[in-house]
C-alpha cells in the first residue's frame, strides 16, 4: 500500500469533487468488487482460436538454479520498480515462465504505447522478454510452458487482464522473491497492493505460489493467499 500512497493522494484530490462520488458509502469489501468491474480496468475479449504454441529448443530446458533470490523490489525514495537483471540474466526457462505467469494479472509499470496506443508494455514481462501484455509472444509462451497443466491453460484462454498505471481501480506488486528447491520446485512469494480511487478504498495481501517441473514445462501445485487488509483513504 505505501508504494500507491503517492499517487493516491494526487488523484483522490482530482476525484474529489466529483459530487457522485459522495452518495455512496460502500464497505471496503463491496468497493473493491465494484473496483474490478471499473472501465479502467481493460480485459480483451475471450480468444476464440488458440494461441500457436512457442516451439522451445529442448536445450533451453536448462535445470534451474537452486537457492532463494530478491527478483523485485521498490525503490525506496521514487517507489520505482526495481529489478533483478543479473539474476534475469542467468536463470531458467521455468523461473522464467513461473514469473511471468505471476506478472500477468497483477500491474508491474504498465503503460500503453505505438501510434495508436494499442500495446501494452509492462516492466516485468518487458524483463522477461515476453512482449506486450497480453500478446501472443506473451501468452503463447505461457501456454507452451504449462501445456501440462489444464487450470492454467484455462485461464490463458482469457480475457486478459490489462492493468495500466493510475488508473482508478488497479493494483501493484510491493515485491517478488523466488525460490528454487533441488532441480523440480519453484517458490514465488509476492505482495501486492491496491487502490480503488473513487471509493477511497485501498487493499493489500500476500500470495505464494509452488511449481513443479513437468514434463514439457511447468504445473501451478499450489496457490496460498493471505488475508486480505482493507482500508479507507
Known amino acids: 500500500m505505501k508504494y500507491l500512497l503517492p499517487f493516491i493522494l494526487l488523484l483522490a484530490a482530482s476525484c474529489s469533487s ?9 464497505t471496503p469489501k463491496n468497493a473493491a468488487k465494484a473496483g474490478q468491474q471499473d472501465a479502467q480496468i481493460l480485459h480483451k475479449t475471450k480468444l476464440t482460436q488458440p494461441l500457436e504454441l ?3 529448443k529442448p536445450v533451453d530446458f536448462n535445470a534451474p538454479h537452486s537457492g532463494k533470490t530478491k527478483f523485485m523490489w521498490r525503490d525506496a525514495k521514487t517507489f520505482d520498480i526495481v529489478l533483478n537483471h543479473e539474476y ?6 521455468y523461473e ?4 511471468g505467469y505471476v506478472a500477468s494479472s497483477t500491474g508491474n509499470g504498465c503503460n500503453y504505447e505505438g501510434e495508436g496506443a494499442e500495446y501494452l508494455n509492462c516492466d516485468i514481462l518487458s524483463a522477461l522478454n515476453l512482449g506486450y501484455q497480453c500478446s ?29 498505471d493510475g ?6 506488486f510491493d515485491y517478488i522473491n523466488i525460490e528454487v528447491l533441488g532441480k523440480t520446485k519453484i517458490v514465488v512469494s509476492y505482495g501486492v497492493s491496491g487502490v480503488y480511487l473513487r471509493e477511497s478504498i485501498s487493499w493489500e495481501y500476500t500470495i505464494t505460489d509452488t511449481f513443479e517441473v513437468s514434463a514439457n514445462g511447468i ?3 499450489k496457490h496460498e493467499k493471505s ?5 479507507k483513504f
Do not use: W
Request: glycine share 4%; proline share 5%; hydrophobic share 35%.
Open 96 to 99: 522464467r515462465a513461473a514469473l
Open 167 to 172: 488508473a482508478t481501480y488497479q493494483t501493484t
Open 54 to 56: 512457442i516451439k522451445i
Open 219 to 221: 504445473i501451478l501445485k
Open 18 to 26: 466529483n459530487p457522485k462520488d459522495s452518495k455512496t458509502n460502500p
Open 136 to 164: 501472443d509472444r506473451h501468452l503463447g509462451f505461457l501456454r507452451s510452458m504449462f501445456q501440462d497443466d489444464k487450470k492454467v491453460l484455462q485461464e490463458l484462454q482469457g480475457p486478459c487482464a490489462e492493468i495500466v
Open 227 to 231: 488475508k486480505m487488509k482493507e482500508s
Open 88 to 93: 534475469i540474466k542467468t536463470m531458467s526457462i
